[in-house]
């Protein structure tokens, strides 16, 4: 049997957008999700918005009960800004309500709550003055983290600060799946800058308020696959380290911006516009523990016509489809669990070993209701099989030495995600947005339940 450390987190992860439903409703203000939801909603797979999510603000007593059931001890989800704060400096009461009786629940029901505060919902009011390209938004971070804290912080002594910074950059600045969907690297970096010092002053104000706990961040991080050991194709691997990887996991882990980087985005004619206590403010204020969130490999190779200046990533490296790989056959992402090995010994190696959790990893699988059997009942073995491969590549990282405290899936029930909507499923519960969002163990929920109970497997 393959057994884990004493006292091992095991649980799943979502966010607030994603499951609480109640959008426009209990005082939240609009998000960019809301808004763009309101202009384009035949942006968003089969125009399921925001509010059609699987209703947490109502049912979180329910799904606490469910957690239990399949043995989860850890849940990670996050406050919504919007919510707390609808204008950005008065407290919704309300919200204030709903969120200490949904973490007093989870305490009571020995689930320990790690709460995040920013999963790519930005408030439309600070949308409204630029979002992240504006410097104030820094300071309203800053503003809605010291709140969260001097509300919450009886109960929770886990928290972070991002979920996937670099996601919710690339996908609102270059890519298009986030609002405002533009292109343009110049104000990505911009944006990416003001992220990062918007987690900095966050850690700040965490460290001030005296509360009793650990802060992190959770990054979608891990070292580049390249093509080869050419010269160029190294110099993409460097680039996609430096931007991908490097960008907030030093500063976060070492107090640093890679000098690497820093060069790059020089030569590239990107550097963003920085405030001079900076420098010292990264310096100062780094973090207890790291989240990873790991679906799948980043492979890359030299570009095929560079671009100097580089008006995209792609101009500095190119996405390789290599030709080993193993798909997801029902989500079409690449599965490659020996990259979680290789996170661990990164995080060991290079980043001072400090401790550090698996906070994303997850199957998403299209009309997964294909595989209910007739009880109604999904079941999902290729999920398990997922899971067992991914924990066998950790656990080998663990002995070798890697401080890793937890493993949490994405996610505990079928969630709605941003422009896909509720495309790809990857909860333990499905749920029935039909019948009262009726929620339906699989037969993962069911092997994870065994596998906490032994706090490891076969
Ligand atoms: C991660 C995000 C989640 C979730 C997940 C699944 O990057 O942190 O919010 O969306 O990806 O993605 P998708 O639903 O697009 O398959």
Known sequence: ????????????????????????????????????????????????????TSNTYELYREDVANMKKIGMNSYRTSISWARLLPDGQHLNNEAVEFYRAYFQEMLDNGIKPIINLFHFDMPWWLMEKGGWENRESVDDFAFYAKTAFEQFGDLITEWTTFNEPMVHIECGYLYKFHYPAVVDMKRAVQVGYHTLMAHVLAVKEFRNSGINGRIGIILNVLPAYGRSDESADLQAKKASDLINTQSFLDPAVLGKIPAGLIELFRQNNLLPVTEVEDTELIKMNTVDFIGINYYQPRRVKAPTNPKVPAEMPEDLYEPYDWPDKKINPYRGWEIYPRALFDIAMMMKDKYRNIPWYVSENGMGVADESRFKDDSGMIKDQYRIDFIKEHLEQLHRGIEAGSNCFGYHMWTFVDCWSWLNGYRNRYGFYSVDLDNNYQRTVKKSGLWFKELTKNNGFE
């Open 1 to 52: 049997m393959l057994k884990f450390p004493k006292e091992f987190l095991w649980g799943a992860a979502a966010s607030a957008p994603q499951t609480e439903g109640h959008s426009l409703m209990n005082g939240k203000s609009a998000t960019t999700w809301d808004k763009w939801f309101e202009i384009s909603p035949e942006k968003f797979n089969d125009k399921q918005g925001p509010s059609d």
